[in-house]
């Protein structure tokens, strides 16, 4: 529609997803407890940033906590107990 302020935005992708591929993150005795202050509540990416200065790895924290995290973003909230791998692990785990 020529009234949406989208409508001459180039595109140059296809519309399709990638595949999915689910990286795990494994415990280290390193990872902190952190109670989720309220600045990050349902804002991984947030946290990611301050973290690892890249909040592209808000992911993070969900894979590294899946017994008390279903959504990596809705299960983020105030008060809520999660551990945080440090940087250089995370680092380590991706192979960066």
């Known amino acids: 529609m020529s009234s949406s302020p989208y409508s001459k935005t180039n595109t140059t992708f296809d519309n399709t997803l990638d595949i999915l591929t689910i ?4 415990a280290f005795s390193s990872d902190a407890l952190y109670t ?3 600045q990050y509540h349902q804002r991984p ?4 940033f301050d973290l690892y200065k890249d909040s592209r790895l808000w992911w993070i924290f969900a894979q590294r906590n899946l017994d008390v995290m279903e ?3 809705y299960d983020l909230t105030a008060g809520k107990q999660i551990y945080l791998p440090q940087a ?3 680092k380590e785990t991706l192979g960066d």
Do not use: N
């Open 23 to 26: 990286r795990p993150v494994p």
């Open 36 to 38: 989720i202050e309220p």
């Open 45 to 48: 990416d947030l946290l990611a």
């Open 71 to 73: 959504d990596p973003i």
């Open 88 to 90: 250089d692990k995370v």
